[in-house]
């Protein structure tokens, strides 16, 4: 709870500030470093430039979607850290790494993404309009469930599974990224 907060506070204070770019988190805190408007890079060029993003650069480099999400956009990117994808059974990514598994992969990660750019403000707001849960059209197609738990946003995928937002409000040229704890799955 403690890093969880502090993350927060961390993130609340970097928004507030300024646009950000570069997150990094271990154990006992996160460190950001802030960017001017100017400098402000793609959703791609952010996850590339930050080592808790490896597994999803990787990822999104297999699938074949770098093109698409250094476009215009504007896109809201729910992006798995490494230790999301790292609570998957064992040989999970390697497999959807393959090239032969490169339409599950798509899936995967599309139902990470979200139309338009939507600011933590934006989901709290909606959550609470809508009786606690909002519906949230993915660009795979399918639905991801937004929910509060005190002051936490929780994604709750099609299967039931659970991810926790953990860094919010990442400012991109094409968007906005919102790094989540697990992997949700379409």
């Known amino acids: 709870m403690k890093k969880l ?33 100017n400098e402000i890079q793609t959703i ?3 996850a590339a430039g930050n080592d808790n993003f490896t597994t999803l650069v990787a990822a999104v ?7 698409t999400l250094n476009s215009d956009g504007p896109f809201t990117v729910f ?7 790292a609570k998957l059974p064992d040989g999970t990514v390697t497999t959807l790494l393959k090239p032969e598994n490169k339409d599950m992969l ?11 750019k939507f600011m933590a403000a934006d989901v709290v707001k909606a959550i609470k309009a809508n009786d606690g849960a909002f ?24 299967k039931g599974n659970k991810s926790t937002v953990v860094i919010a409000d990442v ?16």
């Open 106 to 116: 798509t899936a995967i990660l599309t139902y990470h993404v979200v139309a338009g």
């Open 171 to 186: 400012d991109a040229s094409n968007g906005v990224v919102h790094a989540i704890d697990t992997v949700v799955m379409p």
């Open 79 to 85: 992006a798995p850290v490494n230790d999301a994808f």
């Open 44 to 46: 791609v060029s952010v």
């Open 61 to 67: 480099k297999a699938a074949g979607l770098v093109d």
């Open 135 to 158: 519906k949230i059209a993915t660009v795979q197609g399918g639905t991801l469930t937004a929910s509060l738990s005190g002051n936490n946003v929780i994604l709750t995928d099609s």
């Open 5 to 37: 907060l502090s993350i927060s506070i961390i993130a609340v204070l970097a928004f507030v500030s300024t646009a950000f770019t570069n997150i990094t988190v271990s154990d006992d805190h996160a460190t950001v470093s802030n960017k001017t408007l």
